[in-house]
């Protein structure tokens, strides 16, 4: 996938897969690969930098939690209300532009 498509959306990616179950980073990198089967995927120099800009926001709220498989506690990302309504908006206007672009193929 052009990379340039994604680059605009990283923010509604993270969103979006935030609204089914808050997680950890790399744990979110996982779940986007796997829920777009591949096509898309995530660096951890685009992933983190997002995440923070998303909490300064008031978009996700912080926790820790430690891992099944042992290790130091990880950093986890929920949703707050705010990031759900963030969410919704960023969904509506993306709809509006895939719609644009659709009426011009």
Do not use: C
């Amino acid at each position: 996938m052009d990379i340039n498509l994604f680059k605009g959306n990283l923010d509604l990616i993270l969103l979006s897969v935030l609204q089914r179950e808050s997680g950890y980073g790399l744990d979110l990198a996982k779940r986007v690969e796997a829920l777009t089967g591949g096509r898309i995927t995530l660096n951890v120099g685009s992933l983190y930098p997002a995440l923070h800009r998303l909490e300064r926001a008031g978009f996700l709220q912080t926790g820790e939690a430690t891992l099944a498989r042992g290790g130091p506690p990880v950093r986890t990302y929920a949703l707050t209300d705010a990031g759900r309504a963030e969410l919704a908006r960023r969904r509506e206007n993306y709809a509006a532009f895939d719609r644009a672009l659709r009426s011009l193929w």
